[in-house]
């Protein structure tokens, strides 16, 4: 296990030497102002660190919960590393099919599926976690008597938030699962299970970033005692799989990866010894911490101007591809690197400055009043960490394109990309934006719809 102190070190090498080769191909420069980058083989490290952790317990499906990171080749890279996949939309659905991930290592945990995406899923053989009760008595409406299809439900284990209340799914009243702890719920949880002896799975996902390791393990020792419950209930053990969900914390101060997944596996099982001894099959379902430190997005700088005594330089990564760090800057606060237009680091004295975005709109600052050498014309800053949520989850605001993915596959010889996205042109921005229907509003009110 190398210590965090040589990790640290080669992160920030690797991501100067990526910088550095990106913009001696063109990848960052005229013309091509943003981009993403994930590193392949960071990416593979960190599932390997996630199989580590987990290696005593006998029967582990660990899925990466794909609305971390929706992009075909990343999800395919993960699935040839042995990973499986969760999903919340129809379309993340698709993104995990065609990724190449066998329908029985794909789980669907959205909280409003229609009976619709619940039959597909059903006759895929998609596993499914319902959110409510309601969603079990669509499921036994709809469920082929051969079913092949793992299903569970989600519970509430109501132990609380972390400190980012927008992440956290376990508060009393979160949208998530069957609270457990109203009145008569759990009553009527142990009920459903034993109305239903195909209902084999519970599944609970705490939180995410900012939600504290005893909190998650608090949550999910709760689950597994109900899942204990059900079986005394019922008699048999009808729970056969916990699905403890994903929400790994991640560390955007440094470059130090902490938590780490090793410190998950102990705190669960500080808080519930039992819950990964292999009397269940555990499911997880990790994705920020899977990939978050695999990735990062690299900008032009366009200008650099003072306003009221404060240095600001306009930026081409702002709010569309940091869009959580715009609207919520002390919850997401982001690492910021300056590099020359040479892509090399600079070692210019530091200053006092904002790193704003391209977007027509005030709050477009992914760094406030951050010491960092005086930025200029032409450099390149790079935001660390973004490769979960940033990049690909882009927000369409003033239009602009989604930029360009790259995978960068570091190793002694170099460095070498692949694109895993291009970026968006503005021809097929308007044509998503309704280019095909452009005289809707002057003639397209005739024949056949006219009432
Ligand atoms: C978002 C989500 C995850 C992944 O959360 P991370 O914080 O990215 O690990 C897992 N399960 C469910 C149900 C989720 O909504």
Known sequence: MPRPTENQQTDVTSVARTVRRAVADGLIGEGRPVAGFVDVRGVRSS?????????????????????????????????????????????????ALDAGFAPA????DSPAKTRGEIREALSLGVALNADNLDELDRIDALRPADCPSVLGLRVNPQVGGGSIGAMSTATATSKFGVALRDPGARA?????FARRPWLTRLHAHV??????????????????????????????????????????????????????Y?????????????????????????????????GFTAALVEYVKDAGGRRVALTHAGGQVATRTVLMPDAWPLRISAFGPDGLPKRTPLVRQDVAGPLCFAGDVVAHDRPLPALAEGDVVVLHDTGGYYFSAHWAYNSLPRPAV??????????????????????EISAESGLAQADALLTGFDAPFRH
Do not use: W
Not at 105 to 108: A, M, N, P, T
Not at 406 to 427: H, N, T
């Open 406 to 427: 790259y995978g960068a596959l570091l190793d002694e010889g170099g460095v070498a990309f692949a694109v895993i996205r291009p970026a968006q042109s503005v021809r």
């Open 188 to 192: 009527r949880v142990v009920e459903a």
């Open 262 to 294: 090793a410190d998950y596996v102990a705190a669960l099982t500080a808080a519930e010894p039992a819950l990964l001894d292999g009397r269940y099959q555990v499911v997880t379902e990790f994705g920020r911490s899977l990939i978050a430190k695999n």
């Open 207 to 260: 939180g995410s970033q900012g939600c504290p390791l005893p909190l998650i393990a608090e949550g999910l020792a709760a689950t597994h005692r109900l899942a204990e419950d059900i079986a005394d209930r019922v008699g048999r053990s009808q729970v056969t799989s916990v699905d403890l969900g994903g929400g790994l914390p991640v560390n955007f101060a440094d470059d130090t990866v902490t938590p780490t």
């Open 47 to 95: 599932v390997a660190a996630l199989r580590e952790a987990f290696a005593r317990t006998p029967d582990v499906l660990h899925t990466f919960a794909a609305k971390a990171c929706p992009l075909v080749p990343v999800l395919r890279l993960l699935a040839d590393a042995g990973m499986g996949c969760e999903v919340a939309s129809p379309g993340e659905l698709r993104l």
């Open 105 to 108: 290592r794909i789980v669907l």
